[in-house]
T-cell receptor, first 114, second 113 residues
Framework: SAVISQKPSRDICQRGTSLTIQCQVDSQVTMMFWYRQQPGQSLTLIAT?????????ESGFVIDKFPISRPNLTFSTLTVSNMSPEDSSIYLCSGSTGETGELFFGEGSRLTVL | KQEVTQIPAALSVPEGENLVLNCSFTDSAIYNLQWFRQDPGKGLTSLLL?????REQTSGRLNASLDKSSGRSTLYIAASQPGDSATYLC????????????FGAGTQVVVTP
């Protein structure tokens, strides 16, 4: 299994600012993903983080708002840009390994935008 | 597009009773199905992974079954405890989804002492 560490675990931010969330995996994963979970909702996939190239975004999410980097197999960052209160959510990093495709999650980053 | 549904949305049982959580999916061409537990404000913890070729998986008090033909999976938790109170989510990986899981909305479980 993979252990995934995220930081910050929580933050309170002002409208119009940006926040970068870091995700570190303890072993090499084949794929890394970023999810958003709005209050009381299930998970929504933001994008697939691709090593050394641009992330693949899902419908409704754009690079200018959620720039993502993945410089190597075990590290990725998600930036939430020009934040508004609607961006208040839990942001979750995940990775899948090997042939089984089993998915593992970090503890999440709870973001509150005032 | 794969759609995943979990019923009921919420469930409350007295301690000691067995829990039965349901997950249904519309596209039977799945690679695997995974059950997760989420505590409030936290990330997801993987409970069980069932490969498409398997019928069930067991871990301690947990047992998950998979019936691809009917598009269903069931998570059984035996002899529930207050510590089992959490939200349980199922997620399905379809064969043509490029590694992207589709999540259900979850079942919120409360086990009362």
């Amino acid at each position: 299994s993979a252990v995934i560490s995220q930081k910050p675990s929580r933050d309170i931010c002002q409208r119009g600012t940006s926040l970068t969330i870091q995700c570190q995996v303890d072993s090499q994963v084949t794929m890394m993903f970023w999810y958003r979970q709005q209050p009381g909702q299930s998970l929504t996939l933001i994008a697939t983080a691709n090593q050394g190239s641009e992330a693949t975004y899902e419908s409704g999410f754009v690079i200018d708002k959620f720039p993502i980097s993945r410089p190597n197999l075990t590290f990725s960052t998600l930036t939430v840009s020009n934040m508004s209160p609607e961006d208040s959510s839990i942001y979750l990093c995940s990775g899948s390994t090997g042939e089984t495709g089993e998915l593992f999650f970090g503890e999440g980053s709870r973001l509150t935008v005032l | 597009k794969q759609e995943v549904t979990q019923i009921p949305a919420a469930l409350s049982v007295p301690e000691g009773e067995n829990l039965v959580l349901n997950c249904s999916f519309t596209d039977s061409a799945i690679y695997n199905l995974q059950w997760f537990r989420q505590d409030p404000g936290k990330g997801l913890t993987s409970l069980l992974l069932i490969q498409s070729s398997q019928r069930e998986q067991t871990s301690g008090r947990l047992n998950a079954s998979l019936d691809k033909s009917s598009g269903r999976s069931t998570l059984y938790i035996a002899a529930s405890q207050p510590g089992d109170s959490a939200t349980y989510l199922c997620a399905v990986l379809t064969t043509d989804s490029w590694g992207k899981f589709q999540f259900g909305a979850g079942t919120q479980v409360v086990v009362t002492p």
